[in-house]
């Protein structure tokens, strides 16, 4: 196979092309920073033909202005420089968006010949693109270096100050002829004066040095996502006849069929593609476990197989809502990112890849050649200059003089490699949660956290495409009804209190009626633990007018429901709970129907909430520390925690989810939860239970079921027994 390289990531300059803006950050511009004469520059050529002609420093201040905005129009020139601003802009391209700063160090006339001046100039080109984390690294491993470089050249009056580790500093000259019938200075320019050792015909070529990524990491320190090896699938064009249209549509074809992939589509895509272009069909993990195709691609006229590598969890499906894609955006990630993410530069697209890219990102190196093929003896030369910008400055010649190109770059840095992130995922967990979904037929979530500290230990999705378990948005049916009972616990009820559950009840014209199978020995009086633990709606439903809007709002809040989140993940999504509603819509929502939303991480921090005897805020991010918000005033507090788990166990003992009683270890608390909804005119629900065992709260979410006991109970059950081996629930 051949190595395959990719493209390193643009971040913030993009490799063989112009400057690009950071993600996330301002655009880069170029502002006119001119800075003049210092108070303490006398020039002392002043006197010598009187106050009549004025001295050259108005005109070097203006060049200097030019230098900085590139236009030129402001700057009188003599006859012979006429096209040379048009020459900067084409050799200046790759630098056209990087902010400069120009300083003018000194502007003296000639001791000899009145009609010369000289004009020495300092220019800075800020190349650091904007902030990342890892700036303040590079700064302050350039601090050092910098100041070396000053020191040794504090005695050279050509040498530049001592800038940033990412700016490109150094000092030029312009010359400048006295024009008697203008009554004014005119500047030679040329494009040595404004990058010295730039001849006519060069240009300045900018580069970035991919850094390398970080890893992200489990809550035991393992890598899960990191650099793995890839196997690129696909038709190399240079291979083929450029005039042969049905060679190149059969072979297309060909590669598709092998590669599994749209063979018209694939067809259209090679057409499209550049005469020597490789056209990429599929990547592959090339870890021994796939069955690579090699020698059947091979035997296919332009059929090449490419080795690569690509940040990969540890398979396909692997906590994807977690940890995200990292890749190029497709066209509609481009435009939808509102200038964020640029074609062809690779980026975190989704999940902690997204929400923590400059953290592991890191810092490109950045190189600058200069490029004079109009000079026989000239090629991508300069002085070498990557210890530091002030060595390269002192380095560089003044224009005009003679020099001596050597190859390399004329200013570089090192990368700065991107830093780790310690995810709060259990692998093992994960691979059981993983395991859950994959056996479901129907889009499914799962989620598992510490109520101790919030930690999330796994979150499984499934099918691709849906993000259920982190950020997918449903009623959450009667599991809400935690969040009722605190609501209508802290309105004076109490388990014990004897409440009305008839079979069904009229809010403003909604008859709400309880499930089928609901136990008729459940009906009318009952205890109001016995109306959770068999889920009565009309109990729930009821209370409509003892409970407000506002109270259930508060109590969604003090069990953790937020709508803002803060987790380490910015896709999270907890829930919605109006604080507003009326009628029948404030009716509905206090048995989890109505407009009330959650997601099963959402749910999951509820009953984390009532295991911990206080708000648990979930994290997915350890190192960095991630500062979550303090809990609420109204935060859930032990005793009232010590109701909900007292209500949540009669689900178990003797309501909707007696299965749980098989799973070994510490009594299991739960509460198991339907949410009718209608598609393409088809009554249907989603299915929900909630659970804690020991130190680990479960939400599980099935998009399409019978019901929360029926369908979830079950699987509930297994996942908890087979994370009781891991995780033991006492001791």
């Not at 909430?609 to 809990?631: N, Y």
């Amino acid at each position: 196979m051949q190595k395959h390289q990719s493209a390193g990531r643009s971040h913030p300059l993009q490799p063989s092309s112009r400057a690009t803006r950071p993600h996330g950050g301002p655009r880069l511009g170029r502002p006119a920073a001119v800075l003049g004469l210092s108070a303490a520059l006398v020039l002392t050529a002043t006197g010598c033909f009187g106050d009549s002609r004025p001295a050259p420093q108005e005109t070097a201040t203006d060049l200097a202005g030019a230098i900085s905005s590139g236009d030129y129009s402001t700057v009188s020139l003599t006859p012979d420089s006429g096209d040379v601003p048009e020459q900067l802009t084409e050799a200046l391209a790759d630098l056209e968006d990087v902010d400069r700063t120009v300083t003018v160090a000194s502007a003296e006339v000639d001791g000899e010949d009145n009609d010369r001046a000289t004009a020495t100039l300092t220019v800075d080109w800020q190349l650091d693109g904007g902030d990342t984390e890892a700036d303040a690294d590079a700064d302050a491993e350039a601090g050092a270096s910098s100041s070396d470089a000053a020191e040794a050249s504090a005695d050279d009056e050509a040498s530049a100050g001592t800038g940033s580790e990412r700016t490109w500093s150094y000092r030029t000259t312009a010359e400048m002829q006295w024009d008697e019938e203008s009554q004014e200075w005119l500047v030679e320019l040329a494009p040595e004066t404004v990058v010295p050792q730039l001849a006519e015909g060069g240009t300045v070529s900018l580069t970035s040095v991919p850094a390398e990524r970080g890893s992200i990491l489990d809550g035991a320190g393992e890598e899960l996502m990191m650099e793995r090896d890839v196997a690129v699938l696909g038709l190399d064009k240079s291979h083929l006849e450029a005039d042969d249209p049905e060679a190149l549509s059969e072979a297309a074809r060909q590669v598709a069929e092998i590669a599994g992939v749209d063979e018209d589509a694939f067809v259209t895509q090679a057409e499209a593609a550049g005469e020597k272009a490789f056209v990429q069909a599929i990547t592959v993990r090339d870890n021994g476990d796939t069955e690579i195709p090699t020698d059947q691609l091979l035997a296919v006229p332009g059929g090449r197989v490419l080795e690569d590598t690509a940040v990969l969890a540890p398979t396909r499906a692997f906590a994807r809502d977690v940890l995200g894609t990292y890749g190029e955006p497709n066209a509609e990630q481009v435009e939808a990112s509102d200038g964020a993410l640029e074609a062809g530069v690779e980026v975190g697209l989704s999940g902690l890849q997204a929400s923590w890219e400059d953290h592991l990102a890191g810092l490109p190196g950045v190189q600058i050649t200069i490029d004079n093929p109009d000079q026989p003896d000239a090629g991508e030369s300069g002085p070498d200059s990557s210890s530091s910008p002030s060595a390269t400055a002192a380095a560089t010649p003044t224009a005009g003089a003679d020099t001596e190109e050597t190859d390399g770059p004329v200013f570089s840095t090192d990368p700065v490699p991107g830093q780790d992130l310690t995810s709060t995922l259990n692998r093992r967990v994960q691979e059981e949660a993983e395991a859950v979904v994959a056996a479901s037929d129907v889009p499914a979530g799962l989620v598992a956290l510490r109520p101790s500290d919030g930690q999330v230990l796994a979150a499984a999705s499934g099918p691709e495409g849906w993000p259920v378990a982190v950020s997918g948005s449903y009623a959450p049916g009667s599991t809400f009804k935690v969040v009722t009972a605190l609501a209508m616990l802290r309105s004076g009820t109490a388990p014990g209190d004897m409440v009305q559950c008839p079979e069904t009840l009229n809010v403003g014209g909604m008859v709400v009626g309880n499930y089928d199978d609901y136990p008729d020995a459940s009906v009318g009086e009952i205890p109001f633990s016995e109306a959770f633990a068999e889920s009565c709606n009309t109990v729930f439903v009821g209370a409509h007018e003892e409970v407000s809007a506002a109270d259930e709002a508060e109590a969604a809040e003090a069990l953790g429901l937020t709508t803002e989140p803060v987790t380490g993940l910015d896709s999270a999504f907890l829930g919605s709970v109006p604080d507003d509603s009326t009628g029948t819509e404030h009716a509905a929502n206090l048995f989890g129907q109505g407009v009330v939303e959650a997601s099963p991480l959402g749910m999951a921090t509820v009953a984390a909430s009532v295991a911990a005897g206080q708000t648990v805020r979930p994290l997915f991010v350890t190192d960095p520390t991630v500062e979550a918000p303090a809990a609420p005033e109204s935060g859930v507090t032990a005793e009232e925690s010590e109701l909900l788990q007292t209500l949540m166990s009669g689900v178990v003992e003797t309501g909707t989810a007696e299965m749980l009683q098989d799973v070994p270890g510490a009594p299991v608390l739960a509460k198991t939860g339907t949410a009718e909804f209608v598609a393409d005119g088809e009554d249907l629900a989603h299915t929900w239970l909630v659970a804690i065992h020991g130190d680990l709260a479960v939400a599980l979410f099935f998009n399409v079921g019978l019901g929360g006991g029926h369908d979830n109970g079950p699987v509930v059950r297994d996942f908890l027994t087979a994370v009781e081996e891991l995780i033991p629930s006492e001791g």
